[in-house]
């Protein structure tokens, strides 16, 4: 993002003054806290975390609260402090299988394996203002919680059930292993290998997926998947130390997870099947998710052997485009001073409209 901004020293001090009195509002209101923020704008800050790249609740809240409740600002804020972190250890692969389910649904399956979990979601809301919550102070209800000894501790994917019947396609890992690309460290290449591909997508705008993935849906892209599974919970993160030799584990994280599978009906090569597009998020970020997966399998479209003719099937314009901060940065730096530069289109405008004006009356005189 653009920041080399320069001007009168005193203009710049009072305006970083009035940004602080604009954010902390009206001082008789009680300031808000972080804890306020993580706890009661939780998905704002799975998101800002998600699009941030650094998983810290803490931070996130703080770039939420400092950025005014402005999302791509407040990742702008996140990912330039992750800049000034050292890297201490690269995690071993979660194993999502494993994950401590608090949602997990399936649109494929309605007797799945390990059932469906409902959870925290807004599917069943009827989306109408609850003004209760104008009240401060007023008694929530509290859920009812199920058995959690009744959610197995490893629950099958809807991807596993197809792959037991060899219905989906199945996954191939590289014959070596290899070191992820990390694009917080090396620029976007292309073409884009499936890792670089979907870590961009994972940081990329949720609105921008959004959008691309609702034009695939809607024609532009022919793809209409099933939501094969979402499920959101929190999974172990381990990381082998040189000096042991083995993983021990660090701590858990809240992910959501997506796998969306839609038909292939074959082609000289492919037998038909099932293909998969994957998502994934920090946090609790289902809509994210949901459309990182279907951008990901739109996305693939050359590699199944199909003809690219929409945006959401080019690599090279979504992965260029899908960054808020570059392209927030891109767009707001046109409030830069660009004195010199319109003097000149001012030159050449006025230049070109003499020249427009001394020829219109020759060209008249040739009109019959």
Known sequence: MYVAVKGGETAIRNAHALLAEERRGDPAVPEL???????????????VMTEG??????LAALAVKQACGDLIEAVFLLRAYRTTLPRLAVSEPVDTATMDIRRRVSATYKDLPGGQVLGPTFDYTHRLLDFSLAETGHPQEKPAHGDAATIPERMPKVVDVLDHEGLIEREVAPPEPAEATDLTRVPLDFPAGRD??????????????????????????????FA????????????????????????????????????????ATESPKFTRGYGL????????????????????????????????????????H???????????HLKLP???????????????????????????????
Request: proline share 3%; hydrophobic share 40%.
């Open 33 to 47: 806290t972080l804890e306020q923020v993580k706890e009661q704008m939780a998905l704002a800050v799975d998101r």
């Open 322 to 332: 899908s960054d808020n901060v570059e392209a927030s940065g891109f767009l707001q």
């Open 338 to 368: 660009h004195y010199v530069d319109f003097q000149g289109e001012l030159v050449t405008v006025r230049h070109l409209k003499a020249e427009a004006a001394r020829r219109r009356p020759e060209q008249e005189e040739i009109v019959p």
């Open 281 to 320: 998020s920090f946090g609790h970020c289902e809509r994210k998710a949901m459309a990182m997966a279907l951008v990901d399998r739109t996305l693939r479209t050359r590699e199944l052997g199909g003809e690219a003719r929409y945006p959401a099937q080019d690599e090279e314009f979504v992965l260029s």
């Open 228 to 267: 094969g599974e979402i499920r959101m919970g929190e999974v172990a993160v381990e990381i082998v130390p040189e000096e042991l030799g083995f993983a021990i584990e660090i701590g858990d994280i809240t992910l959501t997870e997506c796998d969306m599978v839609s038909q292939f009906k074959g082609s």
């Open 196 to 225: 670089a591909r979907l870590q961009n997508l994972a940081r990329g705008d949720e609105g921008f997926l959004l959008a691309l993935a609702y034009s695939s849906q809607r024609g532009f892209g022919s793809a209409h998947p």
């Open 53 to 58: 790249s650094l998983y810290d609740r803490d």
